[in-house]
């Protein structure tokens, strides 16, 4: 479902040139759910922003469903980001401006989704996250997890087959880490989606079908 292949990364501090990512190479099947570990540094965000199109490679490639991702211009790479991929971020990235239900439909009126469908799919979706009597709430009068239900409803709502999570229970405390995080990985083993979940937690890890770990600008399978 999605292949990185040969990628290379680096940064430029001063003189000198940062590598971040030195032929990292991986394969992700169809509903698979892989964690990402690696030391603070290690490259995973990195790694994320490669796959999304959101920062491009030095070298190699990132194809996803057979589309060469990094050969994709600008506006199709937005369209390609838009339908494809879901995002669940460590510090929810929600538009505090707007309700609940609002930052859940955005999605699906960027994907050309409106109306009373758009209402009715978003109304939904928060209903599976729990939050279905929080509808018209301002997403910061929330707590934590419950603002980081509304990410994982945001995330799915347009039912993309890729799922990108960086340290999505970064932010918040063990125990309701604990409930959130089983919501992430239900809905979506549900809609087989593919995730990939970057995490500092290794009980999370454990729950996830393969992990790989970052190391020295490579990615490696773990052992669990
Ligand atoms: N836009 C950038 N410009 C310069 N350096 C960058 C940039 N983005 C990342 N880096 C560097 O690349 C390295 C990897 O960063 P990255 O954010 O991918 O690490 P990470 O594994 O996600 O770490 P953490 O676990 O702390 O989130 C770091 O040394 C970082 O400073
Ligand atoms: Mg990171």
Not at 28 to 52: D, H, Q, Y
């Amino acid at each position: 479902m999605l292949s990185v292949k040969n990628l290379c990364r680096s940064f430029r501090e001063g003189a000198r040139e940062h590598r971040v990512l030195e032929h990292a190479e991986a394969e992700f099947a169809a509903g698979e759910v892989v964690a990402v570990i690696g030391r603070s540094g290690s490259g995973k965000s990195t790694l994320l922003n490669l796959i999304s199109g959101i920062d491009r490679p030095d070298s190699g490639t990132v194809s996803v469903d057979g589309l060469d991702v990094t050969a994709l211009t600008e506006p199709h790479l937005t369209l390609f980001r838009r339908r494809h991929i879901g995002f669940v971020y460590q510090f929810f990235n929600l538009v505090p401006t707007l309700d609940v239900e609002e930052n859940v439909r955005l999605v699906l009126e960027l994907n050309g989704v409106r109306g009373a469908e758009a209402r009715e799919r978003s109304s939904a979706m928060l209903q599976e996250v729990g939050l279905g009597d929080r509808l018209h709430s301002l997403v910061d009068t929330l707590s934590g997890g419950e603002q980081q239900r509304v990410a994982i409803a945001r995330a799915l709502v347009h039912r993309p087959p890729l799922l990108l999570a960086d340290e999505p229970t970064g932010n918040l405390d063990e125990e309701t880490a604990r409930q959130v995080l089983p919501v992430l990985l239900s809905l979506t083993r549900q809609r087989g989606a593919t995730l990939i979940i970057v995490t500092h937690d290794t009980a999370l890890a454990r729950t996830a079908d393969r992990t790989l770990e970052l190391r020295d600008g490579r990615l490696q399978e773990a052992l669990p």
